[in-house]
Nanobody, 115 residues
Framework: QVQLVESGGGLVQPGGSLRLSCVAS????????MGWHRQAPGQQRELVAR???????NYGGSVKGRFTISRDNAKNTVYLQMNSLKPEDTAVYYC?????????WGKGTLVTVSS
């Protein structure tokens, strides 16, 4: 059974930082591209960041220069370091694994940026 379990969300003040983690099980992690998406209330889910099996990364326009995605294949984990957080970053953040014709999602972790 494939599981993607996110953690690290919470309440943070504007300008603060958080690091999200997503631990994968039930897949051969190194064969999957990993990504973070987010969905704010009343809005569509959008790409935040992706990292390929080879380590190449790309980011959504609104987070470039503030967020960093990384992966640790030995720990089956993908991270999202979020700096200089803004109220508009408030959303549920979802981990995604794509590869070998399959696509898996975690249940999400809530990030709230507010003073």
């Amino acid at each position: 059974q494939v599981q993607l379990v996110e953690s690290g969300g919470g309440l943070v003040q504007p300008g603060g930082s958080l690091r999200l983690s997503c631990v994968a099980s039930g897949i051969t992690f190194r064969f999957y591209g990993m990504g973070w998406h987010r969905q704010a209330p009343g809005q569509q889910r959008e790409l935040v960041a992706r990292v390929t099996t080879g380590g190449s990364t790309n980011y959504g326009g609104s987070v470039k220069g503030r967020f960093t995605i990384s992966r640790d294949n030995a720990k089956n984990t993908v991270y999202l370091q979020m700096n200089s957080l803004k109220p508009e970053d408030t959303a549920v953040y979802y981990c995604n694994a794509g590869g070998l014709g399959m696509d898996y999602w975690g249940k999400g972790t809530l990030v709230t940026v507010s003073s």
